[in-house]
């Protein structure tokens, strides 16, 4: 009998949480954001128009609670798109799986990082 | 000699876009758009970054019929995604059991759809009030 003393760890517990914790931020959040952000604010529909200036946006992007709001609903929705790309385009058999994974976790990787870096640029 | 023949099941290459597995490839591209509306998100960051002539050209971006016509693709997309992922959540959560008794899958769906609704309403009437007072 062999007994191994290390059992080899599988990364995709991280990949599933942060494809979780982005598929019930968007199921409970996604659509009032995509009515919000994709036709009040840009028609002035029942918030003032103000709401979509520059000054109020930054004013948003430079507090602390809106930069977390911001970050988490960036990175979140990327990951939980990027689990789902990756599960689908492997069952599709559409490349080999480093590949796949370079595509999909890759990309949100470097989005992640890009969100944070604007939102640090951008300041408080 | 024998010679070893084992079965192969064949399966067609676009095997996802025919029923019944079309179902779970819309499903699963429905969790895709959710990543495409944290693109239109993270190019309003960029803009924003950039200053306030590049948010404005992003501001009018916005408010054309094209950017509308994929709002609305991507907002039926995450009304899809809502649907689907209550009607899931319960096959990949462990059993939940309340005086005895196991919640069904169905009730549990039920209540999902309910809180997606009373998330996504409440957070739409807090933005319209705050708008209101402010």
Redesign the interface.
Known sequence: MIIRTTPKRSMSPIFWLLFGAGGMLSALFGPALIILTGFMMPHGWGVPSRFFDFAHVLAFAHNPIGKLVTFAVISLFFWHGAERLFLTLKDMRAGNILMLRMATYGVAALLTLITLFLLMEIGF | MSERKPFHRTQPRYW?AHKPYLAY?VR??S????????????A???C??RG?EA??RY?QV??SPW??L??LL??VA??W??VT??QTMPKTMPKLILHGRQVSQQRLTAI?WL??FV???V??AV??VT?VL?
Request: charged content about 5%; proline content about 2%; hydrophobic content about 65%.
């Open positions: 996802w490839t699963e591209l969790g895709v758009a959710v990543a495409l509306y944290g693109a239109v998100l993270l309003g960051l960029i924003l970054w306030p948010f404005d501001r916005l408010a950017s509308s994929v709002h991507l907002l995450m009304i995604h809502v992922w209550f999902g809180s997606a998330c996504s309403a957070f739409l933005v319209v708008g402010s």
